[in-house]
């Protein structure tokens, strides 16, 4: 393999978004949308019984939570991995959404997720078994430390000083290991998402597969992720700020428009700030899917080419 296959990546996701923009950015925005807002409800579900059931007067904190009983933060907490791993199964079928607008194919989004499901429950345990495996006792020492340091901060001893700076130092060393470690995991595994979803390998294969790629193709691999980031990056800050800019000048008009109400309205202020907070977290929401749709439609393309010309 050449580096000529970074540049072929990159000019054929550019053709493709040439030729069907509008119809792929929709596609990814509809599919993030639906994802955030199964999480969002799946996180409602999750801490709706904590409102509804605790005594009034009673705090969210640990005592208030746990007299509800452990079966109900045993529920809670599955009703949130599940609102993630379903999230997460709708977001994989970008990578179908891709595919077949590049073999110019009918894409059923329903279909696609509900093919989706098995096979992603599966790649997401698997990754998470091998994150864990890599990075657990990294992060195990990292806590260990930073609980430490935090003890010895409460030591007004010249010891307990030297402690805490020297646990703080080891801290920072360590976040930079698993940063860097991190990475690496993520560029030889990056491919497994392609070969589980879009080629229906089996997961450890499609590991095993992305491993293999990445290591007969690492330096082409390396650059061709540095640059699709560093374009992913500038592209998402330039847009995230203009957003920003926009949000702020929202909110202080808001603001202003709701001092003028608040005298003349009354009591229907009240119900008036809570259809106005709706409909700003459903703004929100958009907001971010498209965010999100814009980041993927800037990379998964790219990668997918990629991913086919190191397969041949």
């Given at each position: 393999?050449?580096?000529?296959?970074?540049?072929?990546?990159?000019?054929?996701?550019?053709n493709?978004?040439?030729?069907d923009?509008?119809?792929?950015?929709?596609?990814?925005?509809?599919?993030?949308?639906?994802?955030?807002?199964?999480?969002?409800?799946?996180?409602?579900?999750?801490i709706?019984?904590?409102?509804?059931?605790l005594?009034?007067?009673?705090?969210?904190?640990?005592?208030?939570v746990?007299?509800?009983?452990?079966?109900?933060?045993?529920?809670?907490?599955?009703?949130?991995?599940?609102?993630?791993?379903?999230?997460?199964?709708?977001?994989?079928?970008?990578?179908?959404?891709?595919?077949s607008?590049?073999?110019k194919?009918?894409?059923?989004?329903?279909?696609q997720?509900?093919?989706?499901?098995?096979?992603?429950?599966?790649?997401?345990?698997?990754?998470?078994?091998?994150?864990?495996?890599?990075?657990?006792?990294?992060?195990?020492?990292?806590?260990?430390?930073?609980?430490?340091?935090?003890?010895?901060?409460?030591?007004?001893?010249?010891?307990?000083?030297?402690?805490?700076?020297?646990?703080?130092?080891?801290?920072?060393?360590?976040?930079?290991?698993?940063t860097?470690?991190?990475?690496?995991?993520?560029?030889f595994?990056?491919?497994?998402?392609?070969?589980?979803?879009?080629?229906?390998?089996?997961v450890?294969?499609?590991?095993?597969?992305?491993?293999?790629?990445?290591?007969?193709?690492?330096?082409?691999?390396?650059?061709?992720?540095?640059?699709?980031?560093?374009?992913s990056?500038?592209?998402?800050?330039?847009?995230?700020?203009?957003?920003?800019?926009?949000a702020?000048?929202?909110?202080?008009?808001?603001?202003?428009?709701?001092?003028?109400?608040?005298?003349?309205?009354g009591?229907?202020?009240?119900v008036?700030?809570?259809?106005?907070?709706?409909?700003?977290?459903?703004?929100?929401?958009?907001?971010?899917?498209?965010?999100?749709?814009?980041?993927?439609?800037?990379?998964?393309?790219?990668?997918?080419?990629?991913?086919?010309?190191?397969?041949?």
């Amino acid at each position: 393999m050449g580096f000529d296959f970074i540049g072929n990546s990159f000019n054929e996701s550019i053709n493709l978004l040439k030729s069907d923009f509008s119809d792929i950015f929709k596609g990814f925005f509809i599919i993030q949308f639906l994802a955030l807002v199964v999480l969002v409800l799946g996180f409602g579900l999750a801490i709706a019984p904590y409102f509804l059931l605790l005594p009034a007067g009673t705090s969210l904190g640990a005592g208030g939570v746990l007299g509800l009983g452990l079966i109900f933060i045993v529920v809670s907490i599955i009703v949130i991995i599940l609102a993630v791993i379903f999230s997460k199964v709708i977001a994989s079928s970008s990578y179908n959404l891709v595919d077949s607008k590049y073999k110019k194919e009918p894409f059923g989004m329903i279909g696609q997720i509900g093919a989706n499901i098995v096979p992603y429950v599966f790649y997401f345990i698997v990754n998470l078994v091998i994150t864990l495996i890599i990075l657990g006792p990294f992060y195990a020492v990292y806590f260990f430390i930073s609980t430490g340091s935090e003890l010895a901060a409460s030591d007004s001893s010249g010891a307990g000083l030297g402690m805490y700076m020297a646990g703080t130092l080891i801290g920072l060393v360590l976040r930079g290991i698993i940063t860097i470690i991190a990475s690496i995991l993520g560029l030889f595994i990056q491919f497994a998402i392609f070969e589980v979803i879009v080629a229906r390998k089996g997961v450890i294969e499609s590991f095993k597969r992305s491993f293999d790629l990445v290591k007969a193709n690492l330096l082409e691999t390396v650059l061709f992720s540095f640059v699709l980031s560093l374009i992913s990056s500038v592209i998402i800050f330039v847009v995230l700020v203009i957003v920003v800019i926009v949000a702020i000048i929202m909110a202080v008009v808001f603001g202003l428009g709701a001092a003028m109400l608040s005298a003349s309205l009354g009591a229907a202020y009240g119900v008036l700030v809570l259809i106005v907070l709706a409909i700003a977290g459903v703004i929100a929401l958009m907001i971010l899917a498209a965010l999100t749709a814009l980041q993927d439609i800037i990379e998964i393309p790219a990668q997918y080419s990629y991913w086919k010309q190191i397969s041949k």
